[in-house]
């Protein structure tokens, strides 16, 4: 053998070995990056943290079966139709037991085994339409991890020990403030805002310290009972360059000041017994909502008051919108789904099928994540033009009108008796 070729041939395996190390190095990183990803994205309140039914992270794969999603664990519950919630590896959920007793768990998100249990007394009926629906808990809890707060139907907030479900405080709106039972239950999801949980109950909207439940401010008194038991959850969102709390009352959207509840602004919104349900949506200095028996519109201010910029006559319902590139996709009350330019309310498109009567959507990047009430999951494509579904499976669960959440490689699915967690098995980087 000639030193020459005995040359090449160890060159040859020095190079496979540097190659063989940098893969290694490759695939460590993207291990790490992918568990950071599937462990550092909480889902702390109502649609996501920015409660805007966002989600950051890496895309997820083109197909929803199950070998791209599957499902790690799962739980029979009693009904609940308020959000799972996720932070520091637990996910919380609600129910309403025996219809008497609410109940809060809290389960490892990575094993599905329970970490405790609290209940209390507290249960209520709901009227008219509403009673066919059932008569439990509604409200998605909140967490800053340290606290987790709990919306009961009889207009009582309840505020937990999250890692050990110990009760800190209580508050009776009703029995605070001397007004009467919201009539459909507590239904507005608590909002967390630096030392404050902000709620609409007790007829008003609320501010309370975590730390004791002390009342820090209270506005928007409108005398509670049949025409003031709120449908929606309030927003913070810069307007015009200022923070403003965005409160939508049965028959109002309206602008506070976060701090001190002080109103700014005040905007009536059309609807059909006061059906205002939707989250309002903010696109840059533009108010989305969209209300059953009412209209969409956008609400612009001008001179610190609001003025409608654009409206069209798609109703909304329960379903509150997820934005991408300034357009809203939105589930209608006709139980279509329709695109709209935020920018002055061109309608993009409207589907001529049908889709259910709810959907709860999650936006990341260009998808759309979206779970219907028969427990069909959709895998959606933003698209001017039409809607694109990518893939679709049907969940082996139904009624899921409770919010689907998102935690890194995980997506949780309350159902109204039980609780799920899927898991990705193919992130795409983004």
């Known amino acids: 053998m000639s030193p020459g070729i005995g040359g090449q041939r160890k060159t040859r395996s020095d190079n496979t070995a540097q190659i063989m190390r940098v893969l290694t190095q490759i695939s460590l990183i993207l291990f790490l990056v992918t568990s950071l990803w599937a462990d550092n994205h909480d889902w702390p309140q ?12 890496p895309l997820w794969p083109q197909a929803l079966d199950e070998g791209h999603l599957k499902s790690i664990w799962k739980v029979d519950l009693d009904p609940s139709y308020s959000g799972p919630i996720v ?13 008497e007793v609410e109940v809060v768990r809290a389960y490892d998100l990575a094993t599905g085994k329970e970490q405790w249990k ?7 009926r709901v009227p008219f339409f509403a009673k066919s629906n059932g008569s439990w808990i509604r409200s998605t809890p909140a967490t800053d991890g340290t606290r987790l707060f709990v919306a009961g139907m009889r207009g009582v907030l ?17 029995e605070k403030f001397g007004t009467d039972l919201p009539s459909f239950g507590f239904v507005c999801s608590p909002l967390l805002n630096d030392d404050a949980v902000m709620v609409q109950a007790g007829a008003s909207m609320v501010a309370l310290k975590k730390s004791d439940g002390s009342v820090l401010w209270r506005s928007l008194e409108d005398g509670g009972g049949m025409n003031g038991s709120a449908f929606s959850s309030p927003i913070i969102r810069p307007i015009d360059g200022k923070n403003q709390l965005l409160v939508q009352t049965r028959t109002e959207l309206c602008g506070l000041t976060p701090n001190d509840g002080a109103v700014l602004w005040k905007q009536k919104i059309p609807a059909f017994r006061g059906m205002n349900i939707l989250t309002p949506t903010v696109f840059q200095n533009t108010i989305f909502t969209a209300t059953y028996g009412g209209k969409a519109l956008g609400i612009r201010l001008k001179d610190k008051q609001p003025e409608t910029a654009w409206e069209t006559k798609l109703q909304g319902y329960m379903s509150s919108p997820v934005v991408i590139d300034s357009h809203a996709y939105l589930h209608l009350r006709d139980q279509r789904i329709a695109c709209v330019d935020l920018r002055d309310g061109t309608e993009k498109w409207k589907t001529k099928n049908k889709f259910g009567k709810y959907w709860s959507m999650i936006a990341r990047g260009n998808q759309i994540l979206a779970l219907d009430e028969k427990g069909i999951l959709r895998l959606i494509s933003a698209n001017l033009k039409s809607l694109q579904i990518v893939s679709e499976r049907k969940l082996d669960t139904k009624d899921c ?12 699915v309350r159902s109204l008796n039980g609780l799920e967690v899927f898991r990705w098995m193919e992130p795409v980087a983004g």
């Open 46 to 57: 109502w649609r996501c943290e920015s409660r805007d039914g966002s989600s950051e992270g």
């Open 87 to 99: 932070q520091n590896g637990l996910v919380y959920t609600t129910e309403t037991a025996n219809k």
């Open 401 to 412: 009108w409770a919010h689907v959440a998102v935690s890194g490689d995980r997506v949780i």
């Open 118 to 124: 609290t209940e209390w007394e507290g249960a209520m």
């Open 158 to 174: 309840v505020c937990l020990d999250a890692k050990s479900g110990s009760v800190e405080w209580r508050l009776d709106f009703a």
